[in-house]
């Protein structure tokens, strides 16, 4: 664990100090993005990694933040900061609906429920009107400051807002761990029976955890909505976004504090890079890499690639 | 308008009997060794773009290139098991979620490279046009996948329940150790219920590349209807599969018609939920 | 650590001068359309209008359209244009991702683009974002020029005057050939694109007096469509109005003929319904569709610098030009015009240029009056819109009746008949 945390100090005064010296658009929009996808990916890791319940449904948070943020600035003129929260409150809301009846369910049966819950979601949204269907919302351009949460000049203010989210995802996960909370989040994952044995609410804990998942992926909706401008169904509540969220856990180490962060850091970059540079000739080749680097891990070192940085207590 | 709802109906019934092809392999491998076969969806995809590809690069059209496709993805199947499978029989959940997955991802990322993510289509198959049937079109195409699906159904529910190699299959879902003691090797029937499993996907994908479009991503939809299907009919239920098919193919297309065409997918989707809920064995599930 | 400083300035200095060298010798236009995904034939077909317009500007053409008898921008010393593509693959997100890399990374200095109107509205944002004049050719979703952009552009006539056309059409088909026109139902897929069209039609038809009984989006990338055009089917129309990209006409003409179904007249708004790989794909199965255009080869009896530059476009491109690809041709061509007439190459007077445009129609191989750009909403208002109808595999205008090259065939022949 002391390596593993001095690999985080070390990142994390990098990625602090990185813009006052390169200030290419294209590497911030890079960082963006990792960060961005690191917080959610934490979010994921609460409820997937720490809870054992595998989600693939985690998209309908991220759009949820969106789209509450969206809605309620375009249609009521409400600062994007209160459209956070009310992303949040949505997101539990949802996580509590859908954990409900789905929690009762054992392993393939919950994970295909997400899916389809996400999916519904999406559809949803893609055929109501309220929300734009199909074409989606179009965020004003207003006058760049903090508290409209918009910039234009430049990427920097999102860079420390995003860095500032994921430092906060960390601290909730590292809390986790630490806590009480933890201990029973991973005695459901290991030994349910034994658990409930103990007096362990099943459901109460685990709808805990998907509710901290839903909260962090919920506020990077809110921050990709003020950050892109634009967003719509296929952008924000698409199944291929909570199967890489899953994909990054699973590639940085399930399970594990700085997991999704190492994941994110190797999927991202994979990702945009091979989009960017082999264009549409590369169409795919980003997709090759990580599956087989998932399938690789899954069978040999499921325990993911932090597991070369430090062994850890697993 | 009565002739359009017939017309609805009776699509419906064709295209669930090809759900039902789709989801027997799909519930054959679950009910054998607990494993949910996410990448279900894009073996159906990659055996639609070799009914492409044969007809492209050979002009065969998909009714001759049928057999060959068919033994293509048999084959695939069973390397899929013996290299992909084997070695997380007895994983975690998380691990063996996890391959299946890391495959569907594979197929579709090696389907976007060699093939481009361009839509394709059969121009023009023996089974083009359609037929007056009671004063109903259906479209031939659909008529032949109908039958090859219902065909291909029985013969493997004959397989399972009257050939001692499917009653061995069927023994080893029911009980492993008990098959062992009786000397059945569970490795190779579980490489030949990946190799049938897989081999009925490419059935259905040859008979519906006349008449659908392929691209990467075509999986993806009819691997959500597979699951919803193997659900309703209960996993590990052959004749489930059969039946909960046509259910899924009926309600797709009569709430499209009577409801909304572009949310059909969601009361699909509402069926599986309510299965699970309510009735998690589905129709003629085991446990 | 002296010595890598100075290694470093040379490289540094040897950079600047290359890029300073390459400002001079070339203007970089970004160009963003779908050259990949279910509109890569079109996207890759726009492309080709671009690249030949800018192969007509670089070199010496006896055409009567600007910058074409000169080599070059002669205003700039004879600059040459270069075209960087960018791939938006019908997604927004990666439209705008595509605009920031042009404008930032290979320093583009315009941007034209991007075909799909959700992908055009994502990308010119980035563009009013870095202050670069962004050239719409094809997107014609009315709402792109309401939205106070100062540095958007756009070309082409959109729905909102177009959907007018259709009515107008039927009413001239009442008055002048006799011919009644009854329900109407709409089929259409339910991006920007559609929506909008389904929007204006439904306006339009109630100010004329048409009725409309019913209509039905389907998501833009179906792979059947069975079920849509079974409800459409339930409403009875007489006219189907359908809006469609390539892939999805070609499938929704397949699945009328099987189910045998066949409207009094099947009208469509442009887009998938004009791309000539619609006829190869369906052959005689294409005959007798009306589309709305922006254009067609046969305007060139009136004007022969059209059947020109489509001879020169089918040579470059491999098949037939088409109102899509006239507008991305001529798109260019006013952008090139532009900034020539800024002598600049920096975007606040390439701006000013675009606002002071004025071509006249004969300039143009457009059926337009001209291209000036209204300025508030720089939307070009002298733009205007034909319909075709397919006979025998080919596209004739049939309206307006007085650039009419060939008569209205109507109605739409049953399936089963001898077409």
């Known amino acids: 664990m002391k390596k593993g945390l001095l690999a985080f100090l070390l990142l994390i005064c990098v990625l602090a100090v990185f813009p006052l010296f390169l200030r290419d658009p294209f590497l911030l929009h890079l960082l963006i993005m990792i960060m961005m996808y690191a917080t959610m990916s934490i979010g994921w890791n609460v409820i997937g990694g720490y809870t054992g319940q595998v989600s693939f449904g985690n998209a309908a948070f991220f759009g949820l933040g969106a789209y509450a943020t969206a809605i309620l600035l375009v249609n009521y003129n409400i600062n994007p900061w209160l459209g956070m929260v009310a992303g949040c409150i949505l997101s539990i809301g949802l996580a509590i609906i859908v954990g409900y009846p789905c929690f009762r369910l054992r392993g393939h049966y919950f994970a295909i429920a997400t899916i389809a819950v996400g999916e519904i979601m999406g559809l949803i949204f893609t055929n109501w009107d309220y929300v734009g269907a199909a074409v989606g919302i179009y965020l004003p351009i207003m006058e760049e400051s903090f508290a409209n949460f918009e910039f234009h000049s430049s990427k920097i203010p999102y860079y420390y807002i995003i860095l500032m989210m994921l430092l906060f995802a960390i601290a909730v996960s590292y809390a986790i761990e630490k806590s009480r909370l933890g201990y029973y989040f991973r005695a459901i994952k290991d030994d349910p029976d034994g658990a409930r044995s103990l007096g362990i609410d099943i459901q109460k804990y685990k709808m805990i955890a998907f509710s901290i998942s839903a909260v962090l992926t919920s506020i990077c909706g809110t921050f990709y909505a003020q950050y892109v401008l634009y967003i719509h169904p296929s952008s924000t509540m698409d199944l291929m976004m909570s199967i890489h969220l899953c994909i990054i856990v699973m590639i940085g180490g399930i399970g594990r504090l700085f997991g999704p962060v190492l994941g994110a850091f190797v999927f991202i970059p994979l990702m945009e890079l091979t989009r960017v540079y082999l264009g549409s000739e590369g169409q795919g080749i980003d997709m090759i890499i990580y599956s087989l680097l998932v399938i690789t891990i899954a069978i040999w070192k499921p325990q993911g690639l932090w597991s070369l940085i430090s062994k850890g207590d697993k | ?287 | 650590m002296r010595r890598f400083m100075r290694v470093f300035f040379a490289v540094v200095m040897i950079l600047s001068f290359t890029s300073l060298a390459y400002a001079q010798n070339e203007i970089r236009i970004g160009v963003i359309f779908p050259l990949t995904g279910p509109l890569a034939s079109t996207g890759q077909g726009l492309l080709k209008g671009v690249e030949l317009a800018a192969e007509v500007i670089n070199n010496q053409n006896n055409l009567n359209m600007p910058l074409a008898k000169t080599a070059g921008l002669p205003n700039l010393k004879g600059a040459k244009i270069k075209i960087i593509p960018g791939d938006h693959q019908g997604k927004p997100e990666v439209g705008m991702a595509e605009a920031e890399r042009l404008i930032t990374q290979e320093k583009v200095v315009a941007i034209i683009g991007c075909y799909n109107s959700a992908v055009t509205a994502t990308a010119s944002q980035a563009a009013e974002r870095y202050g670069i004049p962004f050239l719409n050719d094809s997107s014609t979703s009315p709402g792109l020029t309401d939205r106070g952009f100062r540095w958007f552009f756009r070309t082409t006539p959109h729905d909102d005057m177009f959907s007018e056309n259709f009515f107008i059409f039927l009413d001239d088909l009442k008055k002048k050939k006799k011919i009644a026109v009854g329900s109407i139902a709409l089929l259409y897929e339910n991006t920007l694109f559609g929506s909008d069209s389904r929007k204006y039609q439904e306006m339009y038809a109630k100010k004329y007096g048409y009725q409309i009984v019913g209509a039905v989006p389907y998501p833009a990338k179906s792979t059947q469509l069975t079920s849509e055009i079974q409800k459409l089917r339930s409403y009875n129309p007489s006219i189907i109005m359908q809006t469609s990209y390539t892939a999805d006409a070609i499938l929704s003409m397949k699945t009328y003929k099987e189910l045998n179904f066949a409207p009094t007249a099947l009208i469509a708004n442009d887009a998938g319904f004009n791309d000539p790989d619609l006829i190869k794909s369906l052959g005689k199965d294409a005959d007798y569709i009306f589309s709305r255009e922006v254009w067609a080869k046969d305007l060139s009896a009136k004007k022969p610098m059209i059947k020109t530059v489509a001879d020169m476009f089918e040579k470059k491109a491999g098949k037939p030009m088409s109102g899509d690809y006239a507008r991305s041709f001529t798109g260019m061509i006013v952008l090139a015009d532009a900034i020539n007439r800024a002598k600049s190459t920096e975007p606040a007077k390439i701006q000013q240029a675009l606002l002071e445009t004025n071509i006249k129609a004969d300039q143009l191989i457009m059926p337009w009056d001209g291209v000036k750009f209204d300025p508030k909403t720089h939307q070009n208002i002298l733009g205007k819109g034909i319909i075709v109808q397919v006979q025998k595999g080919e596209r004739y205008t049939i309206w307006p009746f007085n650039l009419a090259t060939k008569d209205v065939i109507w109605p739409f022949p049953k399936w089963d008949s001898k077409r």
Not at chain 2, 90 to 106: D, E, H, R, W, Y
Request: proline share 3%; with cysteine.
């Open chain 2, 1 to 287: 308008m009565e002739g359009v709802f017939s017309q609805t109906l009776v699509s419906g019934i064709l295209i669930g009997f090809v759900y039902a092809l789709i989801a027997v392999g799909l519930t054959m491998i679950f009910g054998m060794m607990d494993i949910v076969n996410f990448a279900h969806g894009e073996y159906l995809m990659v055996a639609m773009y070799f009914a492409y590809w044969f007809f492209v690069l050979f002009g065969m059209d998909p009714l001759y290139s049928l057999p060959w496709v068919t033994a293509l993805l048999f084959l695939l199947g069973v390397i899929t098991y013996y290299i992909l499978i084997r070695p997380i029989i007895n994983a975690p959940m998380l691990s063996q979620i996890f391959v299946t997955f890391g495959i569907l991802i594979l197929l579709r990322g090696l389907a976007q490279y060699f093939w481009t993510v361009d839509y394709r289509m059969i121009p023009q198959t023996l089974t083009s046009g359609n037929v007056s049937i009671f004063g109903i079109y259906i479209g031939v195409a659909q008529l032949v996948a109908a039958g090859g699906a219902i065909f291909c159904n029985g013969l493997i529910f004959w397989f399972l329940k009257a050939t001692r190699v499917g009653m061995a299959l069927e023994a080893v879902a029911e009980d492993k150790e008990s098959a062992r003691l009786m000397g059945i090797n569970s490795d190779r029937m579980f490489a030949l219920a990946w190799g049938i499993g897989i081999a009925t996907v490419g059935v259905a994908g040859t008979l519906m590349s006349s008449f659908y479009y392929v691209f990467p991503e075509v999986g993806s939809n009819f691997c959500l209807i597979a699951f919803v299907v193997v659900a309703l009919g209960g996993f590990g239920s052959v004749a489930g599969a059969f039946i909960a098919g046509i259910i899924v193919g009926v309600v797709e297309v009569l709430s499209g018609y009577l409801i909304a065409p572009s949310l059909k997918f969601m009361f699909v989707l509402l069926l599986y939920l309510a299965v699970v809920f309510i009735r998690p064995q589905g129709l003629m599930g085991r446990k």
